[in-house]
């Protein structure tokens, strides 16, 4: 234990420069020409917690939620955090009174909100000493679901942008070190998208790359192929000599469709609480497939190239009228 002394002459004292979330112990004792005093008591003192660093990258959002994830920024654990949250108007400017989310236990916490309205979220790690400062502030908007590609789940033949959006598979070999472990699927996930309701967001694609779009369960076998087993669902596209074909697969099984117009951007309707997963060729509106399943549990969106090329996500938009018929 390190003892620092400050000699002062007033009754009182500022003691500055202390680690933030940290217990000091505090005494005080008198001098004279005498001699110098007894201890007083001593008093525990917490000095109140940095504040929390919120990961961009690591929220998302839907019409009537976002999930918000932050590092503590402290070294030692704090008593728990506090999410306040204001709501915005189209400039900018506070709207609505501020609400706060108190006793949050842990790094992340679901956050219900109201549809098509924009808000400001800034976090304060607590402990017995008080809050700290405000989190730096994340813009949320529940116009639509937003979500990032997660770089960590990524098979080691993927780039990922650095917004997040941007998936991209090159035509080098993979590692010697590698090439003895089962990589089959090069595919990356999307974040969990852990509301009941409706969920929209569109990729873009072109007619050389052929890849899987879709979703599938946390607990899916990372080796297989996306639509492969009774936990996922996908679109695929395949280049033959002849054609592209398209598949719409789960559990290792397609309906025999053929789609004559090749989709550059394609729409992704989940419903949750509908049991259905939709497919659309967003440039024409067309309906493509509609998966029908009762989602057991929250799924992740999934992506995969199945060749050399490159696709991009483009979420937090509102989805067509026509993906509600």
């Known amino acids: 234990m390190l003892v620092c002394k400050v000699k002062v002459k007033e009754t009182h004292c500022r003691v500055t420069d202390l680690l933030p979330n940290a217990q000091y112990e505090l005494w005080v004792m008198a001098t004279n020409t005498?001699?110098?005093?007894?201890?007083?008591e001593k008093a525990l003192y917490m000095t109140v917690p940095s504040p929390p660093a919120i990961k961009e990258r690591g929220c998302s959002s839907c019409p009537e939620a976002a999930l918000i994830r932050w590092d503590s920024g402290n070294n030692n654990p704090v008593d728990s955090y506090t999410v306040e949250i204001t709501e915005m108007d189209t400039h900018g400017a506070q709207c609505g009174a501020a609400e706060a989310i108190v006793a949050v236990p842990s790094c992340q916490c679901l956050i219900q909100l109201q549809q098509d309205r924009r808000y400001m979220v800034t976090v304060r790690a607590v402990n017995i000493g008080g809050p700290s400062e405000k989190s730096h502030p994340l813009g949320v908007s529940t116009t639509g679901t937003l979500f990032h590609l997660l770089e960590d789940t990524a098979h080691p033949c993927l780039s990922i942008s650095e917004d997040g959006f941007t998936m991209f598979y090159g035509d080098e070999?993979?590692?010697?070190?590698?090439?003895?472990?089962?990589?089959?699927?090069?595919?990356?996930?999307?974040?969990?998208?852990p509301v009941r309701g409706q969920h929209y967001w569109e990729v873009a694609v072109d007619d050389y790359t052929e890849f899987r779009v879709g979703v599938a369960y946390e607990d899916t076998n990372r080796n297989a192929y996306l639509g492969a087993t009774n936990t996922s669902w996908c679109m695929r596209h395949i280049l033959t000599p002849t054609r592209h074909k398209y598949e719409f697969l789960h559990d290792g099984w397609s309906p025999d469709l053929r789609i004559t117009v090749n989709p550059m951007r394609i729409g992704v309707a989940l419903d949750y609480d509908g049991g259905t997963l939709s497919f659309y060729n967003v440039e024409l509106e067309q309906h493509?497939?509609?998966?029908?399943?009762?989602?057991?549990?929250?799924?992740?969106?999934?992506?995969?190239?199945?060749?050399?090329g490159g696709l991009t996500v483009h979420n937090g938009v509102e989805a067509p009228g026509y993906t509600r018929n």
């Open 34 to 40: 005498t001699g110098i005093s007894p201890a007083s």
């Open 173 to 193: 070999e993979l590692p010697l070190k590698l090439t003895s472990m089962c990589y089959r699927c090069v595919a990356v996930l999307g974040d969990l998208l």
């Open 288 to 308: 493509l497939y509609t998966f029908h399943c009762c989602f057991q549990s929250y799924v992740h969106p999934c992506f995969a190239l199945d060749n050399p």
